[in-house]
């Protein structure tokens, strides 16, 4: 298995495990302490705390960008691209979602806090970008 593929397992886990983590642990406290019922959690709407929300929206932002990336593994597979540029772009991609994933849960919104997360989510931008551009020349050469 490439380091590509590794990377979107990695993802696909790091998205379920944030989930659960998160907004499963902060969703389940309350509701077995007594303090919410199951019906407290509609699906079009973000009840609680400030934390809750932002541990919302970056559980989103993992959905949005996951089938983004599979879709450029997909690719690489279907071309049968190897290269060690690929998987360091894969990697990078990887360590700038759990940061950005840590910065919007972990840090007060700030001017500097916005900064970092989007720095980081241009990074994946740029990663999939570069890595869906590699494989298209690629595939255009052969």
Not at 116 to 121: I, M, Q, S, W
Not at 126 to 139: D, K, L, N, P, T
Request: net charge positive.
């Amino acid at each position: 298995m490439t380091i590509p593929v590794w990377v979107l397992l990695g993802f696909a886990a790091w998205t379920v495990i944030r989930l659960l983590a998160s907004v499963g642990v902060y969703r389940w406290s309350r509701i077995l302490s007594g303090r919410a019922a199951l019906t407290d959690f509609p699906a079009e709407a973000t009840p609680g705390s400030d934390w809750y929300g932002h541990a919302m929206r970056a559980h989103a932002n993992c959905i949005e960008d996951l089938p983004i990336y599979a879709a450029v593994v997909v690719a690489i597979i279907a071309t049968g691209v190897h290269s060690h540029t690929l998987a360091v772009l894969a990697l990078v991609l990887l360590v700038a979602r759990v940061g950005q994933t840590i910065t919007h849960i972990a840090l007060q919104p700030s001017n500097v806090a916005v900064a970092v997360r989007f720095g980081l989510y241009a990074a994946q931008l740029v990663c999939m970008i570069w890595m869906g551009v590699r494989v298209a020349v690629f595939a255009y050469a052969h």
